[in-house]
């Protein structure tokens, strides 16, 4: 019913800047709250950053100050602006968000499969 789909990763430098998108497709109502996760391999999913309907931001201690999540309802996509990027952030950066389909009344919780960005010398 619903498909996420992220773009925007990359190859970048240390103290370089990336932007990521998700943009959401299928028979959505609405979408409520929007969050990019990241996984290395090997490692656990951890949680960067959320933003709610009504644009209230959460951040991950170890990206706050360097990301800053948006999203833009008439397109039904979230933004994840990465600036002065660290090697800590090589990951699989992953779209997750609470989409109310059309013609149900419950929100389902839909994932995208992610986009690479890779930061190194």
């Known amino acids: 019913q619903v498909q996420l789909v992220e773009s925007g990763g990359g190859l970048v430098q240390p103290g370089g800047s990336l932007r990521l998108s998700c943009a959401a497709s299928?028979?959505?109502?609405?979408?409520?709250?929007m969050r990019w996760y990241r996984q290395a391999p090997g490692t656990q999913r951890e949680l960067v950053a959320t933003?709610?309907?009504?644009?209230?931001?959460t951040y991950a201690d170890s990206v706050k100050d360097r990301f800053t999540i948006s999203r833009d309802d008439n397109k039904n996509t979230v933004y994840l602006q990465m600036s002065n990027l660290k090697p800590e952030d090589t990951a699989v950066y992953l779209c997750?968000?609470?989409?109310?389909?059309?013609?149900?009344?419950?929100?389902?919780?839909?994932w995208g499969q992610g986009t690479q960005v890779t930061v190194s010398s």
């Open positions: 299928g028979s959505i109502f609405s979408i409520g709250i």
């Open positions: 997750n968000a609470i989409v109310k389909v059309r013609w149900f009344n419950q929100g389902n919780n839909y």
């Open positions: 933003i709610t309907s009504d644009r209230s931001t």
